[in-house]
């Protein structure tokens, strides 16, 4: 799953291990930090893993239940009428450009 969030960016894969655990990845440091201010997340705050050979450079390893209700947080926590200016607003303009990219990508399959 890529979960595209205004307070960061995720892909979530089941990788086995370890066991009832999902993988949370992320191309950026800060994006698992913020993530893990979420009080369904932060005993894993100490526990981000960096490795430069890995596709997503960084990932924690959560128990499952404590991604779903990480996922209804940030639910729960949509506030805005705009998602690209929530971005904006809460990451910056520069991740907001790379958002729109992928914005306008995705839009191609609609036309």
């Not at 890995?54 to 926590?77: C, F, M, P, Q, T």
């Not at 949509?78 to 991740?95: L, S, T, W």
Request: with cysteine; charged share 35%.
């Amino acid at each position: 799953m890529w979960i595209v969030t205004d307070r960061g960016f995720f892909s979530v894969v089941d990788k086995g291990e370890p066991e009832g655990c999902l993988c949370v990845r992320a191309r950026v440091r800060e994006d698992l930090e913020h993530l893990c201010r979420l009080e369904s997340l932060t005993s894993y705050a100490n526990s981000i893993e960096e490795s430069e050979l890995s596709d997503y450079r960084y990932r924690i390893h959560v128990k499952r239940e404590d991604w779903v209700k990480a996922a209804a947080d940030l639910a729960g926590r949509i506030d805005y009428d705009n998602f690209k200016n929530a971005v904006a607003a809460r990451q910056g303009r520069e991740r907001e450009g790379y958002y729109s990219k992928v914005w306008l990508t995705l839009l191609g399959m609609q036309r």
